[in-house]
T-cell receptor
């Protein structure tokens, strides 16, 4: 089966840096996504990693280690609008079928 | 600029009713998906389709069926709605992992009473 673990909740201060971790155990691996989901809204795409290493995109960066089954999302210069759930998702096999973690709810406080 | 459209934002249905949830995408994507999202359980895949008239069961297909007669439209059907199907339903489409992954619709919050 597929198993994706990420912390349920995190709190961080405005202007700070926060790292959200994700570990996975899947029957195969064809890539890992991070999505952002504000309360009551649909998830929106943040990043995609298929090779080991760090992908940087503005204030957000995502890291992948395939050998460790591990990824993290790094958010810098936190803003209040970054308060949201962050979903880690893995493509274990074909047909673009994605398995999602339960998400990490991030609260940014002043 | 809406790319994946779900027909209803909120829906209330009675137990035993047949329910149709419609999803339309205008990005010419081959792959379309239906998920439900529940607190503490995350997004769970119900059904997906990788081509017209093709469908595959996801992780929780029981109590659901789907229809994909045209490339742009993917319908989720609850044959006989039950209270445990009260949930947020999210449709998504994908043209491939290199194209930004999934694009989600805004979701349908279904309540079965």
């Amino acid at each position: 089966g597929q198993n994706i673990d990420q912390p349920t909740e995190m709190t961080a201060t405005e202007g700070a840096i926060v790292q959200i971790n994700c570990t996975y155990q899947t029957s195969g691996f064809n890539g890992l996504f991070w999505y952002q989901q504000h309360a009551g809204e649909a998830p929106t795409f943040l990043s995609y990693n298929v090779l080991d290493g760090l992908e940087e995109k503005g204030r957000f960066s995502s890291f992948l280690s395939r050998s460790k089954g591990y990824s993290y999302l790094l958010l810098k210069e936190l803003q209040m609008k970054d308060s949201a759930s962050y979903l880690c998702a893995v493509i274990p096999g074909g047909y673009q079928k994605v398995t999602f973690g339960t998400g990490t709810k991030l609260q940014v406080i002043p | 600029d809406v790319k994946v459209t779900q027909s209803s934002r909120y829906l209330v249905k009675r137990t035993g009713e047949k329910v149709f949830l419609e999803c339309v995408q205008d990005m010419d994507h081959e792959n379309m998906f239906w998920y439900r999202q529940d607190p503490g359980l995350g997004l769970r895949l119900i059904y997906f389709s990788y081509d017209v008239k093709m469908k595959e069961k996801g992780d929780i297909p029981e109590g659901y069926s789907v229809s994909r007669e045209k490339k742009e439209r993917f319908s989720l059907i609850l044959e006989s709605a039950s209270t445990n199907q009260t949930s947020m339903y999210l449709c998504a489409s994908s043209g491939g992992t290199g194209n930004g992954g999934y694009t989600f619709g805004s979701g349908t919050r279904l309540t079965v009473v």
